[in-house]
């Protein structure tokens, strides 16, 4: 803490991370940001401004108004760009990488919106121009005849050279990376009926009579002209349905309140949120956002935390209690003291693991990308036999059929529904668990996830809830059941250790005067040693006992047995060498955590209990649980081992705890659960991370990750359905024993369409029930 002082002078800098003053001369601790050096008082609060300084410096992250900000592309999401623009991959519109609570103007959408009216205009002329004769039965009047064509053209032309504008651009761009996509198709296909039908208005001379019928050269201006009109329409309701997948993460950025009411010397300023820091005291009034992580000082309050617990009851808070942002206070004026701010509050994590998992790959997108590194090139292939059919086998024109064909095949193959079927259920998905509780790290979490056959627990914290409390004080000699609680107690005084925070809270809550104690000395493992009221006191486990020569006896290991068959940890008080009482700590099994564990036996699940407590304390909770296999007095470098051997008997695993004990497991797992109010550890080395920390979480999550891998297989299967039966109609397979041909406008009207059901078959798991 070099360099550090509480008042600052003249020369010195304010410490952009814990506010403290330091003196730029004597601390070690600077970085250079935007141009401007800051100095901290330790490494440690350089190392988190280094990691995030805009957490700091009431910067935000970039979003869509922002002109440095980065966009990706939802299918392609390791496509990074400053900026809005296309994909050089699928040519779909980039996306901005950042999640924003700024409500979307829709500027993009309106854009396109009217795009598509002028379109509707354009083209609809053309379509009473090309199909009125036919509808009528009629010709245009011979003294019509050249004006109207030339009116068909030139609306056409617009249409295609204006509206299709996009598509030829993307189709192009496609070519420089070799990355054929969708847009590739439908530049080919229009650019060939449009050139064709201008070359046949101006040159009819140059076309053989396979292209003429009644001794005219046919001309497809209203074919171009649809199919590009209705691209568009397909466009703009994918682009509204994906709008759709993001309203969750949004709904989760809008929590924060955007201003804070701080407290300084004595006043109240109302300031923007991206100015609170740690240390600040912030006032929360009735019917307010709590701005920020931290703990009340003053104030006593309910506050609504179903945004984290999903439960509607508000929760009753006071001075030492904790606050997360983004929770409602309801009736009451709090004071908190602000800890986590910016991107460290739980509310900002939930959107960065949202906002990560709905970028993310998963390995069944691997089936996707495989398929559409041949699909382009292989719909350009049957159109070309198609063509090269129809010109020999077709009816007369035959070649005008044969572009016909040729065009409907490049129309209709729609490789986008291929691309989109698994990237926007992982949206949807991840943003349906972020709505009850449970996050995905990646897409990757949430496709192992459903796969799970074994499910591994930690046992305190996870099964049980990981705040022992005194349960019962066995006196062996004549000490008084009282003096030996007050012993006891008055060594553990001096301990962090839950039991001993147990054994305390036990004392005070009996009215039991603590004496004081000295020479404290924790023995790791084995338990306390110290000096209470001028005597040697000792207590902790049997093996501390035999270091001290002190034997046990049959009778107290009876004794000793008993208690720990009722799930308690036994502890053993000794006073001057000589063993006078047994102290017992027990934790008791989380509500509801039986049903839990009985839903996911049904699912077929092997459940297995790890602990590192001793085995007839387990045996215990796994017999009220009714879990079968257990592992007692394990180390986590055990828990860890023990999921390996399961890996390695051919089960898939996944691991649930909270402490940082279970990080070795967590991580070998296949799927590491890691339980709300854990560890910091626990959550970095976890897929999957359950806000609230209840068994049933892990039904939630497991039932969500099943829902959204049958939408992408579902997905996938309509995709590859949609394409292995249109390409062949479209080539005119049919038209041997029908006489039916698919005409390139409604080519064009099922490729759009194929984009919108995969999106909207997608946003079905909104509404999941889970």
Request: hydrophobic share 50%; aromatic share 4%.
């Amino acid at each position: 803490m070099s360099g550090c002082s509480h008042s600052a002078g003249a020369a010195e800098a304010r410490d952009p991370v814990c506010g403290m003053a330091v003196d730029p001369a004597r601390t070690p601790h600077h970085a250079d940001h935007a141009g401007h050096t800051y100095y901290f008082c330790s490494g440690r609060c350089r190392e988190r401004f280094v990691a995030a300084p805009g957490n700091f410096l009431g910067e935000r992250p970039a979003s869509a108004d922002d002109p440095g900000a980065i966009y990706t592309c939802p299918m392609h999401p390791e496509v990074r760009k400053v900026g809005p623009g296309d994909c050089p991959k699928c040519g779909m519109a980039l996306e901005p990488l950042a999640p924003s609570a700024e409500a979307d103007d829709g500027g993009e959408v309106r854009a396109l919106a009217r795009r598509f009216a002028w379109l509707v205009a354009l083209t609809l002329p053309v379509l009473v121009v090309a199909m009125g004769p036919h509808l009528v039965g009629h010709d245009w009047p011979v003294r019509w005849a050249g004006p109207i064509g030339w009116l068909e053209a030139v609306l056409a032309s617009v249409a295609v050279l204006w509206g299709g504008a996009p598509f030829f651009r993307r189709g192009w761009r496609s070519l420089r990376p070799w990355s054929p996509n969708m847009y590739t198709l439908i530049a080919l296909g229009t650019g060939v009926a449009w050139l064709y039908s201008v070359a046949a208005l101006l040159v009819p001379g140059l076309f053989p009579v396979g292209f003429r019928t009644h001794g005219r050269v046919g001309v497809y201006f209203e074919s171009a002209a649809v199919i590009v009109t209705l691209v568009t329409l397909g466009d703009l309701l994918e682009l509204r349905a994906r709008r759709r997948t993001g309203e969750a993460l949004k709904a989760l950025l809008s929590l924060a309140p955007k201003t804070a009411h701080r407290l300084e010397h004595g006043d109240e300023h109302e300031v923007p949120l991206e100015s609170v820091r740690a240390g600040d005291l912030l006032r929360v009034r009735p019917g307010e956002k709590v701005p920020v992580d931290g703990v009340a000082t003053e104030g006593e309050s309910h506050v609504d935390e179903s945004m984290l617990t999903g439960e509607p009851m508000p929760v009753a808070k006071g001075g030492g209690d904790h606050l997360t942002a983004g929770t409602v206070n309801q009736d009451g004026t709090l004071v908190l003291r602000a800890e986590k701010v910016g991107g460290e509050t739980l509310l900002a994590q939930i959107v960065a693991l949202v906002a990560q998992a709905q970028r993310s790959r998963a390995p069944l997108q691997r089936v996707a990308d495989r398929v559409a590194a041949w699909f382009v090139p292989a719909v350009v292939a049957v159109a070309l036999v198609a063509f090269a059919a129809w010109a020999v086998l077709g009816p007369e024109p035959p070649l005008a059929h044969a572009l016909i064909a040729a065009v409907s095949v490049l129309i209709i193959a729609c490789p986008c529904a291929l691309g989109l079927a698994t990237p926007i259920s992982i949206m949807v998905a991840s943003g349906r668990g972020a709505q009850v509780g449970v996050l995905f790290r990646d897409a990757a979490a949430i496709e192992a996830l459903h796969r799970v056959d074994t499910l591994v627990l930690d046992k305190t914290g996870t099964l049980t809830e990981g705040r022992p409390a005194l349960r019962e004080v066995v006196a062996l000699g004549e000490v008084p059941r009282e003096r030996l609680l007050a012993l006891a107690a008055a060594l553990e005084q001096s301990s962090e250790h839950p039991l001993a925070r147990a054994v305390v809270a036990g004392a005070q809550a009996g009215g039991v005067a603590l004496p004081a104690a000295s020479g404290f000395l924790a023995l790791t493992g084995r338990g306390v040693r110290g000096r209470v009221d001028g005597n040697d006191v000792a207590l902790g486990n049997a093996r501390l006992l035999r270091e001290l020569g002190i034997a046990l006896g049959d009778a107290v290991e009876e004794q000793a047995e008993r208690l720990r068959g009722g799930g308690a940890t036994v502890m053993f008080l000794a006073v001057d060498g000589a063993l006078v009482g047994l102290v017992a700590v027990a934790d008791r099994v989380k509500a509801g955590a039986p049903d839990a564990l009985d839903t996911v036996r049904r699912e077929g699940l092997r459940i297995v209990m790890l602990t590192g407590d001793n085995a007839t304390t387990a045996q215990a909770v796994a017999h009220e649980l009714r879990i079968d296999e257990v592992h007692a007095d394990v180390s986590p470098a055990d828990k860890a081992a023990v999921v390996e051997q399961l890996k390695r008997e051919g089960r898939r695993v996944a691991m649930a705890g909270d402490g940082i004990n279970d990080a070795p497991a967590l991580a070998a797992a296949d799927v590491g659960i890691a339980m709300g109010g854990g560890t910091d550890v626990a959550m970095e080395s976890a897929q999957v991370t359950l806000i609230r920390a209840e068994l049933s979480a892990i039904g939630r999550a497991r039932a969500l990750s099943q829902a959204a891998v049958r939408n992408i297989h579902q997905n996938l299967f309509f995709a590859f359905v949609y394409n292995a039966v249109g390409v062949p109609l479209a080539a005119g397979v049919l038209y041997p024993f029908f006489g039916v041909v698919l005409s390139p406008m409604v080519a064009a009207l099922a490729m759009s369409l194929s984009s919108v059901s995969v999106v909207s078959n997608a946003l079905r798991l909104r509404r999941v029930a889970i």
